[in-house]
């Protein structure tokens, strides 16, 4: 798989795309080097890279010097919270997933190069990519600018309700809830509440009133 994939990407000419969900582990530093100096050739061929990892890698000093590399290079990262498959698409005309078809193989894949196929695995990866934060624009998780009702309503959305539901939860009405939400974004920055809640899931100090 590897091997595969190492001789496919050394021939990409357009764009490299691929989606890392795993938390961070600590890497061979030959290997990420090794990383490091085929995504640099990529870019200096034309290739445009852009790879989301789990949010949790931010706080990994091994990763977090690996992306600030491929980024310095002109890679464009972003991280995500959300559970993903493991992927990677080369040229819009290969992509390679995790075997989900012979059991007891966890560490196979698959190349695929079906046009179908890997033009519905690109579509996935464009969802990710949009619902995910540019790299640049994670800061480290903290308390201070929440209010406890602001937190207590985050709350409620992580645990899977709706905004509508949370107000009629915790006695606000949906306009409020609204207002609030909008102050949130407004504090932390962000556009969406999908970087809110992928912010929410690094900070690991609200309140429990």
Known sequence: MNA???EISAAA???FCAVQPG???DRDPAILRLGVERTR???QRGVQVRSIYHRSVHEHDQTRDYIHAMIADGAEVRASTLPGPRLVIIDRQHAFVDNHVIKGEGNSGWHLFDRAAVAWARSIFEMFWD???RWQD???ATCDPLSERQWRILRELDAGYSQQQVGGRIGLSRRAVDKELATVREALGFKTMYQVMSWYGRAQCP???
């Open 131 to 133: 619902h995910a934060t």
């Open 138 to 140: 994670i800061g480290p």
């Open 13 to 15: 000419h357009s764009d």
């Open 207 to 209: 309140p429990v009133g």
């Open 41 to 43: 050739a990529a870019l």
């Open 23 to 25: 938390e961070p582990a």
């Open 4 to 6: 595969r994939l190492g």
